[in-house]
């Protein structure tokens, strides 16, 4: 035993009390440093333990984890301003591409996201049609209506007209009860100062397209026409068919053979 303090060079109680009496393979490493409260001790490069710059509370942080946290960051899309309260979903590339789909705060009543002009979203109050008069091509007034085309500039005389085709009725100046459909349908219908042009009916393309002051008419099939532009009272059914003048019906064109009655004459 008095061998054991064979090489000893200074009192042995005082050496003992300098040393750490369980963490013997790391004294040369942390002897000189008090460890702060709550850190986490590592193993250096050297293989002896040192004092790392972790707390507990900060590895409490990553319990639960379940992946590398890094690989998991780099999944998720970047915050940035225009991405503060996006509604839930699922984020595609069509939803968020320049940004222009983000929405960064709720809505009142009757708003639409739209795109501002500079790279994000707004809501603005919509510029729809909530109903046909506020369509470009829709006229509504006078108790007529147009639509396909909108002759306001000529209709200050006109009342209880019925167009629709992108040209029907779109002279009518001095007019009432006409009904028109199809392009070019009436479209050379006005009326004048002196003539209404009043109760005409025309169905197909630029079916009555010469009447400008007729009234009364009814004419029927495409590129159908009365006898002359101021027809009165004239039925003219057929296509490319022409009246015989007023007061008279034609039905059918010139390559029909025969009109037969509904009983054929009861023959």
Excluded: C
Aim: overall charge negative; aromatic content about 4%.
């Amino acid at each position: 035993e008095i061998n054991y303090v064979d090489g000893v060079t200074s009192a042995v109680q005082t050496q003992l009390d300098a040393k750490q009496a369980t963490v013997t393979g790391a004294a040369s490493s942390i002897v000189t440093n008090n460890l702060d409260a709550s850190r986490a001790v590592i193993t250096a490069a050297n293989g002896k333990v040192a004092v790392s710059d972790v707390t507990s509370a900060e590895l409490g942080y990553v319990d639960g984890v379940t992946s590398a946290i890094q690989t998991q960051l780099d999944a998720r899309q970047a915050l940035d301003a225009d991405l503060t309260d996006l509604a839930d979903g699922t984020l595609t590339a069509t939803k968020v591409e320049n940004g222009t789909y983000f929405i960064s705060s709720a809505g009142t009543s009757g708003k639409v996201w739209t795109s501002d002009g500079s790279g994000a979203g707004a809501w603005v109050t919509s510029t729809a049609a909530s109903e046909m008069d506020g369509l470009s091509d829709v006229l509504v007034e006078s108790s007529s209506m147009y639509i396909g085309n909108d002759p306001s500039s000529t209709t200050s005389n006109a009342e209880k007209n019925v167009a629709v085709g992108a040209t029907a009725l779109d002279a009518i100046a001095k007019g009432d009860y006409n009904v028109a459909v199809g392009y070019d349908a009436l479209t050379a219908l006005a009326g004048s100062s002196t003539n209404d042009a009043d109760d005409n009916t025309a169905l197909g393309y630029q079916a009555g397209d010469v009447i400008t002051t007729g009234t009364n008419n009814v004419i029927l099939g495409s590129g159908a026409d009365p006898s002359a532009n101021s027809a009165i009272n004239q039925i003219v059914i057929g296509k490319g068919a022409t009246g015989h003048g007023d007061n008279i019906a034609v039905i059918g064109n010139g390559s029909a053979t025969a009109i037969h009655p509904h009983d054929d004459n009861e023959v």
